[in-house]
């Protein structure tokens, strides 16, 4: 069983357009699965694997959450609530083709499907709740107090270090930011603290949402759940396993509940999902829903998939202007966020696609197994251009991703007019032997978060020195360094989804034969340092070696930069 990714355009009644990320998988009568926060749907791939063989099980990302946009803004001074997401996954369903179909949610989830059952009791076949919340007004008043804690990225990196003590200790207390002894008591018996990589698939969710952390997790904990179940009159399930931490406020539920709505308690998660499922297939109306294609965006960056023989890459396209389409090649162990600039500059003027390579950003495992490699990831990008029907592009490349830019000239039949690379890396017998085992550390999940300290070092430290790892004045670099903690915090993330690919493809790049490669090169290239560099001598290098080739400075001005490197595609 395969999971597939995909993502659907919506746009609301007022104008505004934004994009739910999904997972699917299966086959069979439709059923809709919610995640908690401030998780994504990577959350439920084990429910899909358990549930495919019986239904088509289709998995968004709750707005503002993993790689789906937030919901448009409210007036300000104005919060979500659970009307906003209960209607929001409404539409995501009518965007997609879902009638009628069987829905199944998990905390937050729970809260939203509940809701949904509330105001759309003709659409769901049935609906089930687990792990339901019913506080008190002193517990609200106290979760949204202090709940919610301030990420802004600091220049030491401290707010790293914030995040895995705030995902660790949610399996310690309930509420986590209340480290007491009955915040304790909830959890004692309830959960472990997972192993370091399970950790690290929370904290990465966590810093996919951001500030918007608050938007669905605040409605679910501002929301009267009682009064909400009150006006549910369509099956619903309400129901917990003795591990979950709010299986204790089933008892808090009043007997007096609408017949439609049950509440049953269970022993321990297999046994539940085995009775949702039972519950979900006794419901199940409908037949396999089609799949349906990406809505273009026609003045912003918009997010799809596209196909490979391996897997999914995803990708942000700008489809609208003429010319031929540019692709964009980010560095190893980055992401296309990173080719922002560019994608604006070329927004409207000239269609582009930036693709996040195989293990990086929100491509991660979506491409399949097998090692990551340069070959691997050129061999990813041509066979996505053919699916996308590209038979002729322009190729932009930064870092590392001049590499696979390289091979993918070399290999591909596709008519590519033109190489722009940026900060090329060209790197002789000794640069190789110097980076090798320090260029790219593995960034293995530590059980105290020791490796995101290390990410940040390394990200900040390179805008100082090259090669990073070595802090001397010899290896001072001369260009002025970007110290802005959001802006490094930005790569840091990224780093952080790239493991361990990023670790693995270096080690490969470092092995690949850039000279002979360059040698052979067919098409035009610029290679263009940043203006100084460490790569200025590298790149002038590079161009000394490709037989139709020149080196040009380029500015340190994101702006300034995108459009230089813009006006040298000559169709």
Known sequence: MTITRHVATLSSLDGITHQVHYRRAGSGPPVILLHMSPRSSAELEPLMHAWSDTFTLIAPDTPGYGASDPLPAKEAGTLFDLTDFADALLAFADTIGLDRFGLYGHHTGAMIAAECARRHPDRLTITVANGYLVITEEERDEILANYFSDYTPQTDGRHLAHVWQRIRDQFLFFPWSVNTKAARAVMRTKFAVPPPHILQEDVLDLLRTGHHESDGYGAAFRCDGVEVLRGVTSPCLVTAQVHDLLYDQLDRLPADLPDPVTIRRFDDLDTLNDAAKTLLLDHAQGDEPPVTATGTIADRAWASYAETNTGQLYIRRGHVGSGLPV?????????????????????????????????????????????????????????????????????????????????????????????TAI??????????????????????????????????????????????????????VAQPPETDPVRLHARVVDVLKASPAYHQVVEDALLFDSETALQHLTVPAVFGPRDGSPYTTRCERAAALAPNAKSLTLSNDPSRRAAAVIALIKD
Request: glycine share 10%; net charge negative.
């Open 327 to 419: 692709i964009l090649i980010h560095n190893l162990g980055s992401s296309c966020q990173r080719w922002q600039p560019v994608m604006s500059t070329l927004m409207g003027k000239r269609p582009f696609v930036a693709f996040d390579l195989p293990g990086h950003g929100e491509t991660g495992s979506a491409w399949g197994d097998g090692p990551v490699t340069v070959d691997a990831c050129a061999r990813a990008i041509d066979e996505a251009m053919r699916w996308l029907g590209i038979e002729a592009a322009h190729v932009f490349a930064y870092g590392g991703g001049g590499l696979v830019a390289l091979n993918l000239i070399e290999r591909t039949d596709l008519d590519i007019r033109s190489l």
């Open 423 to 476: 900060d090329f890396w060209l790197f002789d017998g000794t640069d190789k032997e110097k980076l090798k085992d320090n260029f790219a550390p593995p960034l293995t999940p530590q059980p105290y978060g020791q490796h995101m300290a290390e990410a940040w070092y390394m990200v900040r430290d390179s805008e100082f020195f090259w090669p990073w790892f070595n802090a001397v004045p010899d290896n001072a």
